[in-house]
């Protein structure tokens, strides 16, 4: 499924339904009867995409997509399905990611809607998108961003009911046009929350009393369009409500829950980002490899010089990961319930990583591609631009690196491994020598995995907590399935109560092959750091330091999905074996960066150190993966 590049002229979508595949078709049909030439031309005219919209209209490609079953009114094609909107966003990503822009704030701005109990709400955005409207998501702000808690949106009671809203926002995409835009803001009877204080201590449910969601329409006289803030096709609106009215029915969430539906519609939203960067750079690919397969300098080809060698390869196998992990990650997406919010982790990373692999590969492809990337007839500068972008929207990587390192603990310490806190009590564990260190957690480990049964059986403390981390094998899931779970993922806090099976395992599965081998040896090593030279009380409030233990920690579920989908598909222990070349380099490369922070204790320094390792090379894999990455060229190329 993932070992070569996605070719809209040859795919079949046949993973899907019969209407699915209609719809991804003629997606793909639209924009290759459009062609190459257009496509650019008008987004260097920054055209607002109105046929696009007429297509999507015709077709309802936004209405069967995006309507949850529960507001489908009987129509079964009409389903919230996270697999093909994913395949969607990957394929408006192939294409332009002004085109993936639409589509994407759309799906925002309908998160607040679906998830309200304002069944009127629910009604009439479901039938404005069988009219083929589309949507906005209104939270943030110029003076503020992503600092909620301090909205000057003041939506102020009226003595004979109703409210009148009045405040700006600021790069609210679709602003221009949306139907129905979902608005974060505040009553003005209400006191704010001080949110440098909401960061050290949780607010109280009164403190979030005065907090609210409600529907604007862009078309209403009191809204007042300010204008595009950025000097593209898409539209990134700011826009003014002045005494806007809003009546009890447009007002879709109150107090705290308002919140944890801005949190959680970013949960649904920020997961598309990483299927468009793998829609771009797979574009950019093609481009790329046939450039330089076809180009002769000093009597070669391109692709014959041992740099474009290895950043194809490097680029290829890269690709590979991110479309590994992101098939994988949708399975978890789907099956997530009240009991198993892994998701939760595994989206953060799809949005944080995926992005910034595609970025990585952009920026590599560019020294492949050099001048011809900027050329007008080329679809090479709308990824650069697109992926530059993706990682810093929907929360930026820091957001969501910090989301992330919420799980650190519980992922890489299952109950199981408690026994390697037992390190921390060891005298002179952070400094001795690494042989002795890691003997003591190898076995503390082991021992401990192997006599948690028992143990737990023993203490009934335990054996909740291994009960809290089994779960049932998550099945590949691509079925017609409405995702309804995602528009009722209750409160955004309890991350801390979130357990992960051991994922040890996965990676044993695979130690047959070298560089996997490699990574699961330093894997344990970084569990060993985390043991037995943990972050201090001082570093727990250092984001900068903590930006360098996250890169360390979220390789390995990233990995780890990486491998889970691998089995699924038999993937070529070649290019498994060059994907885990390039992994066991970066790791090693920010274990390096961890020691050299100015923050890092002793003992953290010289445990950082025994992170790093050499991957193992083998020229004769390493020319197996070039040979698929440069058998790509001329396989593609979009209509001109």
């Not at 590979?320 to 992101?326: E, F």
């Amino acid at each position: 499924m993932t070992e070569t590049l996605f070719n809209p002229k040859t795919c079949e979508f046949t993973e899907f339904d019969a209407e699915t595949r209609r719809l991804l078709r003629a997606t793909v049909d639209w924009f290759e009867t459009r062609g190459k030439a257009v496509l650019k031309q008008e987004d260097r005219d920054r055209v607002w995409y109105a046929e696009f919209l007429d297509f999507v209209k015709r077709e309802a490609v936004f209405a069967t997509f995006l309507t949850p079953a529960a507001e489908a009114d009987g129509d079964p094609n009409k389903r919230w399905d996270t697999a093909r909107i994913a395949m969607m966003s990957k394929i408006l990503g192939f294409y332009s990611m002004q085109y993936w822009y639409v589509w994407q704030v759309s799906i925002l701005g309908l998160g607040p809607i679906w998830q309200s109990d304002n069944a009127a709400a629910k009604r009439r955005a479901a039938a404005l998108l069988a009219s083929g409207e589309i949507f906005a998501f209104g939270l943030s702000e110029k003076e503020h961003g992503a600092d909620v808690y301090s909205t000057d949106m003041m939506v102020a009671p009226q003595p004979g009911g109703g409210y009148l809203a009045t405040g700006a926002k600021h790069y609210i995409g679709n602003g221009n046009q949306a139907a129905l835009v979902s608005v974060f803001g505040r009553r003005s009877d209400k006191p704010i929350i001080d949110s440098s204080k909401a960061l050290e201590s949780k607010p109280t449910q009164q403190d979030y009393e005065g907090y609210l969601f409600f529907l604007a329409d862009s078309q209403h006289e009191n809204y007042h369009l300010r204008g595009n803030v950025v000097d593209s096709q898409m539209y990134v609106a700011a826009f003014d409500l002045e005494n806007y009215p809003v009546a009890e029915e447009d007002i879709l969430h109150r107090g705290e829950a308002a919140f944890h539906a801005a949190m959680n519609t970013v949960n649904v939203g920020k997961f598309n980002l990483g299927f468009g960067a793998v829609g771009a750079c797979e574009h950019a690919y093609y481009e790329a490899v046939t450039h330089a397969e076809n180009r002769i300098l000093f009597g070669h080809k391109v692709t014959e010089f041992p740099q474009v060698q290895s950043l194809l390869t490097d680029s290829y196998a890269r690709l590979m990961a991110m479309k590994l992990y992101s098939e994988r990650a949708i399975d978890y997406m789907r099956s997530a319930s009240p009991e198993d919010r892994r998701y939760l982790l595994f989206n953060a990373i799809e949005k944080m990583t995926v992005t910034r692999q595609g970025q990585r590969i952009i920026e590599d492809l560019a020294d492949v591609i050099a001048a011809r990337g900027f050329e007008k007839d080329m679809y090479f500068p709308i990824a650069m631009l697109g992926l530059f972008g993706l990682p810093r929207l929907e929360g930026t990587v820091h957001v969501n690196m910090a989301l992330s390192l919420k799980f650190m603990a519980n992922y890489m310490f299952h109950p199981a491994d408690a026994g390697l806190a037992a390190l921390r009590l060891l005298p002179g564990a952070g400094a001795a020598p690494k042989s002795a260190v890691r003997a003591v957690s190898g076995a503390l480990s082991w021992s401990s995995r192997k006599l948690a049964p028992r143990a737990g059986a023993a203490i009934p403390k335990l054996r909740t907590e291994l009960a809290g981390a089994a779960y049932a094998p998550v099945p590949t899931r691509r079925d017609p399935a409405d995702d309804e779970f995602l528009f009722r993922q209750g409160p955004s806090s309890g991350l801390g109560r979130i357990r992960f099976s051991d994922w040890r395992q996965v990676f044993e599965k695979f130690t047959h092959i070298p560089n996997v081998a490699v990574f699961l040896d330093q894997a344990l090593a970084f569990q060993t750091l985390l043991a037995a030279a943990s972050p201090t009380a001082t570093q727990q409030r250092d984001v900068d330091f903590l930006f360098a233990l996250g890169e360390l920690f979220t390789a390995l579920p990233y990995a780890q999905l990486v491998l889970e989908q691998a089995e699924i598909e038999h993937t070529d222990p070649a290019l498994l074996d060059q994907i885990f070349d390039n992994f066991v380099r970066e790791f090693a490369k920010n274990a390096l960066t961890l020691h050299t922070k100015p923050a890092a204790t002793k003992s953290q320094q010289t445990r950082a150190l025994d992170l790093i390792r050499r991957p193992i090379a083998d020229r004769g894999r390493f020319d197996q993966v070039l040979a698929q990455a440069r058998s790509l060229a001329g396989t593609y190329e979009m209509n001109p």
